[in-house]
């Protein structure tokens, strides 16, 4: 591009008069002021452009950042979960089992008797219930049933009350899993529980079949949906 002296020196000397050099000035003024305002302008979109980018690339890694601290709080909270409602689920199946084994106390030596006991998780004070009872055999299952399901409740309520407290970090689809596998777990024990007292088998056989019929399916709905999600297949959206 020329300069404006070179344009006028031109202009001068195939003859233009002032006008035509006022005009030309002008001229060139202006185009000058406009490719100056249109390039600040630029410049300015330009800057508006890359902070409007900056910050969403900010609420985006914010948001990224949020979505993966609560997956992995999730991940985490399923697998403990997972474990102790396993380790419940264990504790009930021992009790409301239909087959049972026992040792037959009657037919044991004194020494025998001893060593049976003594690994046993009996007190002493129920160890020595065993020995002086009439029938052995039908007072060391009693007592051992009552430790049985003091352990059981024990690994439920554990089971239940970290749930209740970390179901919010689980989506609620497989939060509802969790809870309606915990009270038919409860009404299990209870019934067990029922029936022994009233020594009515009928109420056991109510409990073997609730975990049997009705927890089992479930566990196997809820194990499906986990792998699920560890696979990264969606099975419902975070609660």
């Known amino acids: 591009m020329q300069t404006i002296g070179e344009v006028l020196t031109g202009l001068l000397v195939y003859g233009g008069g002032p006008t035509a050099v006022a005009y030309l000035v002008f001229r060139f003024l202006a185009e000058r002021w406009i490719e100056s305002k ?50 419940a689920l264990g504790k009930l199946n021992a009790i409301v089992a239909m087959f049972q084994e026992f040792p037959d106390l009657s037919r044991l030596t004194d020494e025998q008797l001893r ?21 052995r055999n039908k007072r060391y299952q009693e007592l051992l049933f009552w430790y049985d399901l003091h352990s059981a409740k024990t690994a439920w309520s554990r089971y239940r009350d970290y749930i209740n407290k970390n179901d919010i970090f689980l989506r609620s689809e497989l939060s ?25 088998v009928k109420f056991w ?35």
Request: hydrophobic fraction near 35%.
């Open 38 to 87: 249109f390039a600040a302008q630029l410049e300015t979109e330009r800057h508006e452009h890359q902070k409007e980018l900056q910050e969403l690339k900010k609420k985006l890694d914010s948001e990224l950042s949020k979505i993966i601290k609560l997956q992995d709080r999730e991940f985490s909270v399923l697998g403990e979960a997972w474990g102790l409602l396993h380790d």
């Open 115 to 135: 060593g049976v006991l003594g690994s046993s998780k009996l007190s002493d004070a129920h160890q020595e219930e065993v020995r002086v009872a009439q029938d």
């Open 176 to 200: 509802d899993s969790f809870k309606k596998i915990n009270g038919l777990m409860w009404n299990a024990l209870v019934s067990r529980q029922v029936g022994q007292e009233a020594n009515d």
């Open 205 to 239: 056989v109510e409990a073997s079949q609730t975990t049997h019929d009705e927890i089992q399916p479930l566990l196997d709905e809820l194990r499906n949906k986990v792998r699920k999600l560890l696979r990264g297949d969606e099975v419902g959206e975070p609660a």
